[in-house]
């Protein structure tokens, strides 16, 4: 009954979110704005979300530090984590009142398309996002279906499967790497608050996908 609750309430949630924040949208957009603005509360909420996320896949290393490899993953995932949770918040350039030159040269940051401290906003690296973006919404929303066609195809190695059935995300994690297809179709007058509230949906699906991977192993361990 527990396992049906959460599975039902991971899968339905971010289209609940999605349909509170596109209504919003429809009768306030002022408030749409806001929330979503640069340094607004979303982009505050995914900060705190990536931090959090990047503490649960440490724990999860330390969890799975007898199997090298699922420790790396995690090890890795959590330094990806990491990087991205400062990432959205410039490096604390607004917490500490502007940016270091000595630390970040004007030649860099005139190439930096919002005139932040950060490197997913230079010219050249900002215009390739949205395909690593791309790439993150194909393997959320479609790895699982894979890993399934695999083992019905292929005999696959049991401690193989293990590793599989830990660290791809289940279907239901779709719905919150799918809206990152959303660089797909960019001509259609998306708004920058867009872009947050898709990065927001992703934040929680990282977040819930890290904290069913520290429920799966701690059952695993207690089934040993």
Known sequence: MIEKFWKG???FLPLLIGGILYYILRTNT????????EDGPLEWIQFSLFLISTVLAILLAIKCKKNVFLFSIYILFA???LFISLEEISWGERIFNG?????APVSIMERNIQGELNIHNIDA????????YILVGFVGCFSWLLVYISKKIFSLN?????ILEQVVPSFIF???????????????GFRPQDYEVVEFVLSIGIFLYLVEGYRKRALDLKAV
């Open 9 to 11: 309430f991971v899968f």
């Open 174 to 188: 779709f719905f919150y790497f799918f809206p990152l297809f959303i660089n797909l179709i960019t001509n259609y």
């Open 125 to 132: 690296i900002h215009s390739k996002i949205g395909y690593v």
């Open 30 to 37: 002022p408030l749409y704005e806001l929330i979503g603005m």
């Open 99 to 103: 940016i270091n030159t000595e630390l």
């Open 158 to 162: 049991k401690s193989v499967l293990k």
């Open 79 to 81: 330094l990806a984590l």
